[in-house]
């Protein structure tokens, strides 16, 4: 019981330190928004039902508009959401498509930022929706020269108790992504709102050391600008994206097991430390829940001692869009969802996605 309670211990404290080097006002940037050119890249595929809405909302954009283009790449789309967009491309846009023989989302990403002719390139998918203001905070960073890579908040959106399962859940993403930036030492980042230099792209051969791998354009990409330029080349910006959550379970393990499955693939020391951390703290979790009927009221004590820490910790994430119920579940099915999608990961490799094969 003593080894358990010393556990707990190291445990809220590690939360607490990721609460407090992981709060959004540690990172945002400190310097002058700038003018630079900037082409926003948006690989698709199947994405009809929410193309018009991303379109619009890029015509609210306030950046200066003479300093924007935007690319989006057809990955050989079944339904009529190219035709649809081909028809109302904003002045700004152009359309590309993917020839027969590439396929995935890199192959779409490199299609892009081929053709594209800012220096800032931005990433995103077709899902997600952002503010009149967001290209400020994404590219404000870039004022300070050493920077090459800028990653961001995002946001799951959803009008279901699931939906707010998974924004909590997220939200514990994105919060260990900023505490890393925070503390110097950059393990995360986030494709759906990225930015990078297009020369440093280029410096690092782009995806090419891991095109064969089906997910982490993002992640891949940081880590090689890491090796090229040292951790001071990845900041934190403050351009915020909601995507929508994903509609089922299945969908959503479905999901973290193709992100999950990247980290074999991973060189960084620092990113697998950080992985088999989470895992042990889980996975100790999940021991303690099946250990209660043998320790007792003490036992459960603890239990409900880290169930409410974990409850603070989540709605202290997201003050303004705290949701307690939600809070609670993440909290107790977390530990089993950890350690079931890491194992699964380890032999699992995810061969669809979109409704295809994956490479």
Same mark, same amino acid.
């Given at each position: 019981?003593?080894?358990?309670g010393f556990?707990?211990?190291v445990?809220?404290?590690?939360?607490?330190g990721?609460?407090?080097?992981?709060?959004?006002?540690?990172?945002?940037d400190?310097?002058?928004?700038?003018?630079a050119?900037?082409?926003?890249?948006?690989?698709f595929?199947n994405e009809?039902?929410?193309?018009?809405?991303?379109?619009?909302?890029l015509?609210?954009?306030?950046y200066?508009?003479?300093?924007?283009?935007?690319?989006?790449?057809?990955?050989?789309?079944?339904?009529?959401?190219a035709?649809w967009?081909a028809a109302?491309?904003?002045?700004?846009?152009?359309?590309?498509?993917l020839?027969?023989s590439?396929?995935g989302?890199?192959?779409?990403l490199?299609a892009?930022i081929?053709?594209?002719?800012?220096?800032?390139?931005?990433t995103t998918?077709?899902d997600?929706?952002? /503010?009149?203001?967001?290209?400020q905070?994404? +590219?404000?960073? $870039?004022?300070n020269? !050493?920077?090459? =890579?800028?990653t961001?908040?995002?946001?799951?959106?959803?009008?279901?108790f699931?939906?707010a399962c998974q924004h909590?859940e997220?939200?514990?993403v994105m919060?260990l992504?900023?505490?890393?930036?925070?503390?110097?030492?950059?393990?995360l980042?986030n494709?759906?709102n990225?930015?990078?230099?297009?020369?440093a792209?280029?410096?690092?051969?782009g995806?090419a050391?891991?095109r064969?791998?089906a997910s982490?354009d993002?992640e891949f990409?940081?880590?090689n600008i890491?090796?090229?330029?040292g951790?001071a080349?990845?900041?934190w910006h403050?351009g915020?994206?909601?995507t929508?959550s994903q509609p089922?379970?299945?969908a959503?393990?479905?999901?973290?097991?193709?992100?999950?499955?990247?980290?074999?693939h991973?060189? /960084?020391a620092?990113?697998?430390l950080?992985? +088999?951390?989470? $895992?042990?703290?889980? !996975?100790?979790? =999940?021991?303690?829940?099946?250990?209660?009927?043998?320790l007792?009221i003490?036992?459960f004590?603890?239990?409900m001692?880290?169930t409410?820490?974990?409850?603070?910790?989540l709605?202290?994430?997201r003050?303004g869009?705290?949701?307690?119920?939600?809070?609670?579940?993440?909290s107790l099915?977390?530990?089993l969802?950890?350690?079931?999608?890491?194992?699964a990961a380890?032999?699992?490799?995810?061969?669809?996605w979109?409704?295809?094969a994956?490479?």
């Amino acid at each position: 019981m003593m080894v358990i309670g010393f556990f707990l211990v190291v445990y809220i404290l590690v939360l607490a330190g990721l609460a407090y080097f992981g709060r959004a006002a540690s990172v945002r940037d400190t310097h002058s928004p700038t003018g630079a050119a900037v082409s926003i890249v948006i690989p698709f595929r199947n994405e009809a039902e929410h193309l018009p809405t991303q379109v619009e909302a890029l015509r609210q954009l306030t950046y200066p508009s003479e300093n924007v283009e935007v690319i989006f790449v057809d990955d050989h789309s079944q339904d009529h959401g190219a035709r649809w967009l081909a028809a109302n491309l904003p002045a700004n846009a152009k359309l590309v498509s993917l020839p027969g023989s590439e396929h995935g989302k890199k192959a779409a990403l490199a299609a892009g930022i081929a053709h594209a002719r800012g220096t800032i390139m931005i990433t995103t998918d077709a899902d997600c929706m952002m /503010s009149h203001d967001w290209l400020q905070g994404v +590219v404000a960073p $870039f004022a300070n020269p !050493a920077v090459q =890579l800028a990653t961001g908040e995002v946001i799951i959106s959803g009008s279901t108790f699931f939906s707010a399962c998974q924004h909590v859940e997220f939200s514990t993403v994105m919060l260990l992504t900023r505490a890393a930036i925070r503390l110097g030492k950059p393990v995360l980042c986030n494709g759906a709102n990225l930015a990078f230099r297009k020369s440093a792209y280029e410096q690092v051969g782009g995806y090419a050391s891991h095109r064969h791998v089906a997910s982490g354009d993002d992640e891949f990409l940081m880590r090689n600008i890491l090796e090229q330029f040292g951790d001071a080349s990845v900041a934190w910006h403050r351009g915020v994206v909601e995507t929508q959550s994903q509609p089922g379970v299945a969908a959503f393990l479905s999901q973290r097991l193709r992100w999950a499955s990247k980290w074999r693939h991973n060189r /960084s020391a620092l990113a697998r430390l950080v992985a +088999v951390l989470t $895992f042990c703290f889980q !996975a100790t979790m =999940l021991g303690l829940w099946i250990s209660i009927p043998g320790l007792g009221i003490p036992g459960f004590l603890l239990l409900m001692l880290k169930t409410l820490a974990d409850v603070t910790f989540l709605l202290a994430i997201r003050p303004g869009h705290a949701r307690p119920l939600a809070s609670l579940v993440v909290s107790l099915v977390y530990p089993l969802y950890v350690v079931v999608v890491g194992l699964a990961a380890l032999v699992v490799v995810p061969h669809r996605w979109k409704d295809r094969a994956m490479a």
